[in-house]
Nanobody, 123 residues
Framework: QVQMVESGGGLVQAGGSLRLSCAAS????????MGWFRQAPGKEREFVAA????????YYADSVKGRFTISRDNARNTVYLQMNSLKPEDSAVYYC????????????????WGQGTQVTVSS
């Protein structure tokens, strides 16, 4: 089992940057693909980015491509989401998730979830 805790959220002005971290427990962290999702009030949870266990492959939603970067440090059991050029529409609760098989873009395929961290971008 993998337990995860997100941090790094907060309030930022449009055009600013934030770096989210997701610290995971468990010795098998490096074998999991990891993803970031977000959910705004009244909306479905949506895919943001994902990274394979081997770090070789990364995937991004079109809405964040070129602005967000996902990375991981398997030695520290941590996955990151660097968010640049933030927009008000990026405001949401951001969740990290772990998938035993692959860096999926569908939330239902993920096995474990963190509790989320709030990101608010003011205009």
């Amino acid at each position: 089992q993998v337990q995860m805790v997100e941090s790094g959220g907060g309030l930022v002005q449009a055009g600013g940057s934030l770096r989210l971290s997701c610290a995971a427990s468990g010795r098998t962290f490096s074998s999991y693909a990891m993803g970031w999702f977000r959910q705004a009030p009244g909306k479905e949870r949506e895919f943001v980015a994902a990274i394979s266990s081997s770090i070789i492959r990364t995937y991004y939603a079109d809405s964040v491509k070129g602005r967000f970067t996902i990375s991981r440090d398997n030695a520290r059991n941590t996955v990151y989401l660097q968010m640049n050029s933030l927009k008000p529409e990026d405001s949401a609760v951001y969740y990290c998730a772990a998938d035993r098989y692959r860096p999926a873009v569908v939330a239902a395929e993920y096995d474990y979830w963190g509790q989320g961290t709030q990101v608010t971008v003011s205009s």
